[in-house]
């Protein structure tokens, strides 16, 4: 069996782990790493029978996510107080926001960096804000720098000099260049506030989020984690009202075909009108299951394809062969 | 890969996968006293590949990964494959471990009780416990010592002992009969040969001691000896310590319990001799 339907069969149905051998545990373990799932499938299956060796990796996955969380808490506790003082709203979003908002079914998640959304026209005050209280650049590069405060939805990225924690300022969840603009002010606008002042997206548009960052952008790597986000907000929010929202964002497409594959990889439960296969779909779904038995990225053509289409989403033709170059000529080359 | 190693060191089970038959050729001699992984399931993962498919035939060079990846980790010469799987190992460890808090230290143990031994690369930690095991004490460790941060007992991790330069000679004089793996010549820390720990040492690898005395051995200075406060202590043990950030209050708690309960000695010395006269005298 593919590790990684493997690891999908066994979030969907914890108790399928029944009668698993030795190497399909250690093939279940490295896709779970590779994808930075360890820490929900560790409460997927916690307390169903298992060998002693997988009991002990859940125990070890569970503890290490709460770490995760309390980490991540802390750090959007800092950010609000850094930004404290500017009269803008601040919304989290991805892992801290599931985690603030205690969103139970995405318990375990791992949570990297801080991700927050603010009205474009404050984002110089929260830079010079967050560069006050510690955070500093991690791009020196001229012409990424560059690249990032004209044409992307984010500041390029800043790192806490004591606790080397990143944080992603967003003004919009797409680069300007992208094709799709979602609306951003309605983003701010029906952001819902928390205890503490900060905010996280409405329902409809933590999905939109979540669908446009694994469909309208980026080359899907690591997606399966973000497929099993979208199936699990699915299942605490429902379809209502969904469909309009993305379709008020442009991000009708995308939206659909996170529910088709969420439906196909993880049994998410949707309206007939939500379901099918288009053309496309087994190309997604080969590469969002693109794993060895240790864990490793395989099926690199698809791979080289994704890569290809995440820059064709982000940028027109002209501009992309313009940007290919710059950057092959700094030494980068795709992974 | 085609080739695969699964093993046991001390409580932690490693699943090593090779495109070369090599290295795994070269554990499956070193490691064959070991147990596999508990319920043949592992605790990491190691993958020595080729990073083009040429490169497996052609000017053959070793990359190191596995579930815990930092950038840019140099690749090795194939002849040097042992060396790649034992850091391959060493890494996974260091990046990834959340059961234990980790020490980079060596460890011995007699009678019950633990004497950590820690300090920077070329201290004589590596040494200092082969030659304690010549003498009669088991080997827990050459790289990193285990603390459980429950009940503060140390766990084994008594992998081959990794021995550089000097040292390879001493520790073949003390130790004429035991066994080492092959003489790897221009490794990035110059010669590297290692020792297979005794009998003993992988017999009694899954039982935890209380550690009794931590020590701050320095090579290469006039015998000295002076007792380490449990702050300076603390602080020297977080730095040697790869865990304990991630592991925050556990990983607090379990430092400052053991520093407290332990008593900490800085030693400074010219030659083996002398230093394993001061720590037997110590500990």
Redesign the interface.
Known sequence: MNPALLLARVLRAPSSIEGLT??D??AL??VA??EQLAGTLAHRIAGLPM????R??V???I??AE?GR??ALWEAEMARRALAGIDAPVVLLKGTAYAAAGLSPLTGRVIGDLDILVPRDAIEDVEAALLAAGWEWVKPDPYDDAYYRRWMHELPPLIHRDRDKMVDVHHTILPLTARIRPDAAALLADSVALENGLRILSRQDMLCHAAAHLFADGDLAGGMRNLWDIHCLLGEFGFDGLAERAAHHGLGTAMRRAVRQAVRLYGTEAPPAWQGWDMLDPLFHRRLTARDV???STRKAVQLGFYLRSHALRMPPAMLARHLWTKWRKGHRPA | ?RHLKLLRIGPL?F?I?SHWRGPIAALDDLYRDYPA???????F?V?LFAARPWRRVLRPSVHI?G??VIPDAAPLPLAQGLLAAEMGMNLQVALGL??YLLLHAAMVERGGRAVLMTGISGAGKSTLAALLMARGWRLMGDEFALIDCATGLAYAFPRLVSLKNEAIDVVAQALPQARFGPLLEGTPKGAIRHLVPDARAIAAMEQPAEPSLILFPRFGFEPAERPVLPSEAFVRLTQASTNYV???E?GFEALTRLVQAVPSRAIDYPDAATALAMVEALA
């Open positions: 030795a190497p545990w250690n373990w490295a790493r590779g060998p002693q060796a997988a002990r990796l125990e070890d996955s503890a290490s770490q309390t980490a240790w864990g490793r | 890969m089970g699943r996968g992984p508990l319920d043949g399931i592992a605790d993962n993958h990964a579930d815990f959340r059961r991630t592991l925050a556990r």
